[in-house]
């Protein structure tokens, strides 16, 4: 397995579920990301982390939790979600933080909230 | 803050045809700027990016984009377009010392006519 995998690549769930969109990075890096993908809006920025640390929290609502256990793992703990929540969330990994550093994407996971 | 604007939610273009799709930015600081492709079912992935020096990027399958700072733009250009070329296109930005996540536009989505 190379690059950025992500699990599972497509999650229905209802409003009352728990569930966690898993993230491993095989790259050797040390910085990751979340990002939600909406129709018809730019990517957002959700959640940074650097070295199991995290280092942005773009006012995200606390359904949303992430873990990053190690730098290769990074996970996002989903609980009584809302319709609007659907999206592609996509993780990312960078060797660190840093103005010029690219950011390498996983294909992302399909959630819908029912 | 950053913010970054693609005016073309979709661009038709024929195949063997030249192609511009455009990305505007704004910003107080120096910036980065990047442009990632997105194929169906996929995560995203890196064209090219400017960091600093000639203000023309090459990347990979034969895109270019061209940074005028005057202009606060960034345009991608092909010269000749394949179908293979069908994709959502997305320009993003990161300021220099900023946060570590990149600003996003709502994507350009090209279609490829034959």
């Known amino acids: 397995e190379t690059g950025v995998t992500q699990t599972p690549r497509h999650l229905v769930m209802g409003m009352t579920n728990k569930k966690s969109l898993k993230c491993e990075q095989h790259l050797g890096h040390n910085a990751m990301y979340w990002y939600k993908q909406s129709a018809k809006k730019p990517l957002e920025l959700m959640f940074v982390?650097?070295?199991?640390?995290?280092?942005e929290n773009n006012s995200v609502p606390s359904r949303f939790s992430p873990e990053c256990p190690n730098s290769s793992h990074l996970f996002l703990h989903l609980h009584t979600l809302q319709p609007e929540d659907s999206a592609l969330y996509l993780c990312?990994?960078?060797?660190?933080?840093?103005?010029?550093?690219?950011?390498?994407f996983g294909p992302g996971t399909r959630l819908t909230v029912l | 803050a950053q913010s970054v604007t693609q005016l073309d939610s979709q661009v038709p273009v024929f195949e063997e045809a030249p192609v511009e799709l455009r990305c505007n930015y704004s910003s107080s600081v120096s910036v980065y700027l990047f442009w990632y492709v997105q194929y169906p079912n996929q995560g995203l992935q890196l064209l090219l990016k400017?960091?600093?020096?000639?203000?023309l990027v090459k990347g990979i399958n034969g895109f270019e984009a061209e940074f005028n700072k005057s202009q606060t733009s960034f345009h991608l250009r092909k010269p000749s377009v394949h179908i293979s070329d069908t994709a959502e296109y997305f320009c993003?930005?990161?300021?220099?010392?900023?946060?570590?996540?990149?600003?996003f536009g709502k994507g350009t989505h090209l279609i490829i006519q034959p």
């Open positions: 982390y650097s070295l199991e640390e995290r280092v």
């Open positions: 990312a990994s960078s060797p660190i933080l840093g103005d010029n550093n690219e950011q390498f």
């Open positions: 993003a930005v990161r300021g220099e010392g900023g946060a570590d996540g990149l600003t």
């Open positions: 400017y960091l600093s020096g000639s203000t």
